[in-house]
């Protein structure tokens, strides 16, 4: 199970209960929404979208300006929100990607 924790000492981040619990990030920005499929997860931070391993390892941006990611049953396609201006027009744009 996947869960965004604040922590003792203001630490905030992406914990998975498994047993025990073990906090896979920490940074100053919170990390939200993780979405688990296979050997990847994927989770928000500060608007971005980004993708690690499930012991927290290779942590890498995939897309910016983003959220509410969500994965693919082999872990391999992902879908997320946008929101997008367009001619003044604030609009809420769901993209897959591989």
Known sequence: M???T????GAKGVTVINGSEKQLTSTTDYDTQPSWKGNTIAFTRD?????MKPDGSGQQ????????P????DGHMIAYVQEKTYMYQRQTVLTVSN
């Open 47 to 51: 608007n971005n979208i980004f993708t």
């Open 6 to 9: 604040n922590t003792v000492g």
């Open 70 to 73: 969500a994965l693919s049953e």
């Open 2 to 4: 996947l869960n965004r």
């Open 61 to 68: 941006q995939i897309v910016a300006n983003a959220s509410q």
